[in-house]
């Protein structure tokens, strides 16, 4: 599969093995394909890219300017009045408050065809190559997320999709206003149990934008641990894991009186006719393929249920 996929955009795989000192295998892969340059920038703990060619210009805002854009959501710039809000508010991540020892304040102009805001972030990084890392499904359409990116580092970043950045500041305007993490969120809990880290992690900052608390689990098991200890108001869960199954974990589920009527939502690659008839047999209120994965219709799903 490696070798397919690497062929595929004009790359080699070669393997050498000696008998009792190891194997090395080595991919060369076209950097003009690979590579992508954006601007680093962190958001509280979070680092995300945003891509070069959507910023304009990076600038220093001084606080009381700060202060009446995150009231109003608007930032007067060299005579032009722009959309403004906090980065970390679009993203639906906890934002702290403003450092009473700054003096200015980092903001990137983001642009998209004739689009432009303002984006208040903790700090500018610079700028940065990375390694293009396409999300797997059913990941592939993520709201505010294009793909992933290899740091010389060897650490993932998220990178941003400008255009959806913009969509959100127009559409709420002030999104980026001074809100503590319980203010932009619905007290609505869900409970994420897969064992792939990465769809794990995306489903979780899917959830966290659209509102939600969100825990998560690596395999049923720890999913039922979990719930013993905490309220969940929802459970969406991968099938196949080890320790314990989605199958099984919904049994778990239904046949336990206080979780009974916990909704649970499957999202699965099992698409066999008996698998699905399965999965609503044992109680499950929904079940999404991964390979027609949408997270529009996820979401709906969700806020229905709940």
């Given at each position: 599969i490696v070798r397919e996929q690497v062929e595929r955009i004009d790359g080699t795989v070669s393997v050498k093995s000696a008998p009792g000192k190891g194997t090395t295998i080595s991919l060369i892969l076209p950097a003009s394909i690979a590579s992508y340059r954006g601007l680093l920038v962190s958001v509280g703990d979070?680092?995300?890219?945003?891509?070069?060619?959507?910023?304009?210009?990076?600038?220093?805002?001084?606080?009381?300017?700060?202060?009446?854009?995150?009231?109003?959501?608007?930032?007067?710039?060299?005579?032009e009045t722009l959309p403004f809000a906090r980065l970390s508010a679009l993203l639906g991540l906890a934002s702290g408050t403003l450092s009473e020892a700054r003096r200015l304040f980092p903001c990137a102009l983001v642009t998209n065809g004739t689009r432009r805001a303002a984006l208040l972030v903790d700090e500018?990084?610079?700028?940065?190559?990375?390694?293009v890392k396409d999300l797997p499904l059913p990941l592939r359409r993520v709201q505010n997320i294009s793909s992933a990116g290899l740091l010389g580092s060897g650490d993932l970043v998220l990178i941003a999709r400008a255009s959806d950045l913009l969509t959100a500041v127009n559409t709420h305007g002030r999104a980026g206003a001074e809100l503590?993490?319980?203010?932009?969120?619905?007290?609505?809990?869900?409970?994420?149990?897969?064992?792939?880290?990465?769809?794990?992690?995306?489903?979780?900052?899917?959830?966290?934008?659209?509102?939600?608390?969100?825990t998560t689990a690596v395999d049923g098991m720890d999913a039922w641990s979990i719930l013993q200890t905490i309220e969940v108001d929802l459970v969406v869960s991968d099938i196949d894991m080890p320790r314990m199954n989605g199958f099984d974990l919904t049994a778990q589920i239904r046949g336990d009186g206080r979780l009974a009527e916990t909704p649970v939502v499957l999202v699965t690659a099992l698409e066999?006719?008996?698998?699905?008839?399965?999965?609503?047999?044992?109680?499950?209120?929904?079940?999404?393929?991964?390979?027609?994965?949408?997270q529009t219709n996820l979401l709906e799903i969700v806020g229905r249920l709940i």
């Amino acid at each position: 599969i490696v070798r397919e996929q690497v062929e595929r955009i004009d790359g080699t795989v070669s393997v050498k093995s000696a008998p009792g000192k190891g194997t090395t295998i080595s991919l060369i892969l076209p950097a003009s394909i690979a590579s992508y340059r954006g601007l680093l920038v962190s958001v509280g703990d979070t680092r995300l890219l945003l891509p070069a060619e959507s910023v304009e210009r990076v600038i220093g805002v001084p606080r009381s300017s700060v202060t009446a854009a995150l009231q109003t959501g608007m930032l007067p710039q060299n005579g032009e009045t722009l959309p403004f809000a906090r980065l970390s508010a679009l993203l639906g991540l906890a934002s702290g408050t403003l450092s009473e020892a700054r003096r200015l304040f980092p903001c990137a102009l983001v642009t998209n065809g004739t689009r432009r805001a303002a984006l208040l972030v903790d700090e500018i990084l610079g700028e940065t190559d990375v390694l293009v890392k396409d999300l797997p499904l059913p990941l592939r359409r993520v709201q505010n997320i294009s793909s992933a990116g290899l740091l010389g580092s060897g650490d993932l970043v998220l990178i941003a999709r400008a255009s959806d950045l913009l969509t959100a500041v127009n559409t709420h305007g002030r999104a980026g206003a001074e809100l503590d993490t319980a203010d932009i969120r619905h007290t609505a809990r869900v409970l994420i149990v897969d064992d792939s880290i990465t769809t794990r992690t995306m489903e979780k900052n899917l959830f966290e934008a659209a509102g939600y608390a969100v825990t998560t689990a690596v395999d049923g098991m720890d999913a039922w641990s979990i719930l013993q200890t905490i309220e969940v108001d929802l459970v969406v869960s991968d099938i196949d894991m080890p320790r314990m199954n989605g199958f099984d974990l919904t049994a778990q589920i239904r046949g336990d009186g206080r979780l009974a009527e916990t909704p649970v939502v499957l999202v699965t690659a099992l698409e066999s006719r008996a698998d699905k008839e399965r999965g609503i047999r044992i109680g499950a209120n929904a079940y999404v393929l991964k390979s027609s994965f949408d997270q529009t219709n996820l979401l709906e799903i969700v806020g229905r249920l709940i």
